[in-house]
């Protein structure tokens, strides 16, 4: 038996503080964030003076910025403050639209070789980085394949984000990005 939830957004943004609560203290913090940047920056060996490893830490500045002002928190987020600020500051674009400018700026880091599509190797690599090995991770690339074509494009990526933010269907490809589905 299948048990749906009430509210699958809050569910999808719940499994989000999680993956992103790196040390699992049960708060987020920037230093969470920093260390995601620094694992895109280690494991695509980059240079922290990369364009896109300086695009990808000024969107996640501008995200913690925007998590804060919606989230009520001084230095940190319980989860159900992040919970409400990523919804809040997913719809609200007055300063920062975090819907298009994260998910480009870590697509820029994962398409390694700057084709505008992410590759089975890539999706591996980003896997590897996420340190998210499940025996089904490699299935989520073919979910997020919209098309069949054996590649990730940016649309398809940017909608799988789109559809983690706002979709109630915890079935679409941008439910499986962190598990949901």
């Given at each position: 038996?299948?048990?749906?939830?009430?509210?699958?957004?809050?569910?999808?943004?719940?499994?989000?503080?999680?993956?992103?609560?790196?040390?699992?203290?049960?708060?987020?913090?920037?230093?969470?964030?920093?260390?995601?940047?620094?694992?895109?920056?280690?494991?695509?060996?980059?240079?922290?003076?990369?364009?896109?490893?300086?695009?990808?830490?000024?969107?996640?500045?501008?995200?913690?910025?925007?998590?804060?002002?919606?989230?009520?928190?001084?230095?940190?987020?319980?989860?159900?403050?992040?919970?409400?600020?990523?919804?809040?500051?997913?719809?609200?674009t007055s300063r920062f639209?975090?819907?298009?400018?994260?998910?480009?700026?870590?697509?820029?880091?994962?398409?390694?070789?700057?084709?505008?599509?992410?590759?089975?190797?890539?999706?591996?690599?980003?896997?590897?980085?996420?340190?998210?090995?499940?025996?089904?991770?490699?299935?989520?690339?073919?979910i997020l394949d919209t098309d069949g074509?054996?590649?990730?494009?940016?649309?398809?990526?940017?909608?799988?984000?789109?559809?983690?933010?706002?979709?109630?269907?915890?079935?679409?490809?941008?439910?499986?990005?962190?598990?949901?589905?």
């Open positions: 038996m299948t048990t749906t939830s009430a509210d699958p957004i809050g569910q999808k943004m719940s499994s989000l503080f999680e993956a992103t609560d790196t040390n699992h203290d049960g708060y987020i913090e920037w230093a969470d964030y920093q260390l995601l940047i620094d694992r895109y920056i280690s494991g695509y060996r980059m240079d922290r003076n990369d364009r896109r490893a300086q695009a990808l830490t000024v969107a996640y500045m501008m995200l913690w910025q925007e998590l804060l002002r919606h989230g009520n928190g001084e230095h940190r987020l319980d989860k159900g403050q992040f919970v409400n600020a990523i919804r809040a500051a997913s719809i609200d639209n975090m819907v298009e400018a994260m998910p480009h700026a870590v697509f820029d880091i994962i398409d390694a070789d700057g084709v505008n599509t992410i590759s089975k190797d890539e999706f591996a690599q980003l896997l590897k980085v996420l340190d998210f090995a499940t025996p089904d991770a490699m299935d989520r690339f073919m074509d054996g590649q990730v494009s940016r649309q398809e990526f940017i909608r799988s984000v789109r559809e983690f933010l706002y979709s109630g269907d915890l079935s679409a490809p941008g439910g499986v990005i962190f598990g949901i589905a």
